[in-house]
């Protein structure tokens, strides 16, 4: 199995433009989550979805971050519009079900100028 | 609000040393505990995964313990290699919070020649 997979790996960005990040999950996992690490708050957790519906988005930090899951194979992070301080790394995860291992795939580094 | 703490944020210890790292957290009401490794500019690679039943978890040189009354686990490594240098995290997951993981800041070891 190719692991779970993001694009891009790495997006520079200015101010005010809409940024998209794709993941691909494992197959058969049907659990998604994506997270944003940054060194000053470092991992957290900003949605997560089951069976392609959303679960849980406190973690969203404001209206400006949108997530879809259309279908088993594919998810969406939006950023509109993106701001400097939205720089970090986003991670996509997967796991096979709610309290299973979370694989993580290898992050998209953003930045916003 | 779950915190998790890892002490110490970095480590380095000569190659063949064995140590142990560590993660506190303040809710014991948990689910599972996982820890994790990152290496520079990937992902996260689950180690480690204990559930709140169980006290101690071992994979090869790596041993997890955890005592959730006191919210403490600990990640013991043998024989350290310098191909252990890596950024370690210990995440927690509540009791029936779903899949919404609570990560510790880490600890950056290098294993020295």
């Known amino acids: 199995d190719a692991g779970v997979i993001q694009s891009p790996r790495h997006e520079v960005t200015e101010m005010g433009q809409e940024v998209t990040l794709r993941c691909k999950p494992i197959s058969g996992h049907n659990s998604l989550f994506w997270y944003r690490q940054t060194m000053m708050r470092g991992l957290e957790l900003l949605i997560y979805?089951?069976?392609?519906?959303?679960?849980?988005d406190s973690g969203m930090p404001e209206d400006r971050f949108s997530a879809k899951m259309p279908n088993a194979s594919f998810s969406t992070l939006k950023i509109q519009p993106s701001e400097p301080r939205d720089s970090a790394v986003y991670f996509c995860?997967?796991?096979?079900?709610?309290?299973?291992?979370?694989?993580f795939g290898p992050g998209t580094r953003l930045l916003v100028l | 609000k779950q915190e998790v703490t890892q002490i110490p944020a970095a480590l380095s210890v000569p190659e063949g040393e064995n140590l142990v790292l560590n993660c506190s957290f303040t809710?014991?009401?948990?689910?599972?505990l996982q820890w994790f490794r990152q290496d520079p500019g990937k992902g996260l690679t689950s180690l480690l995964l204990i559930q709140s039943s169980q006290r101690e978890q071992t994979s090869g040189r790596l041993n997890a313990s955890l005592d959730k009354s006191s919210g403490r686990s600990t990640l013991y490594i043998a024989a350290s290699q310098p191909g252990d240098s890596a950024t370690y995290l210990c995440?927690?997951?509540?009791?029936?919070?779903?899949?919404?993981?609570?990560f510790g800041t880490g600890t950056q070891l290098k294993v020295e020649l």
């Open positions: 809710d014991s009401a948990i689910y599972n």
């Open positions: 995860a997967s796991s096979f079900s709610s309290g299973e291992t979370q694989y």
């Open positions: 979805f089951n069976n392609n519906v959303p679960i849980d």
């Open positions: 995440a927690v997951r509540p009791m029936g919070g779903g899949n919404k993981l609570t």
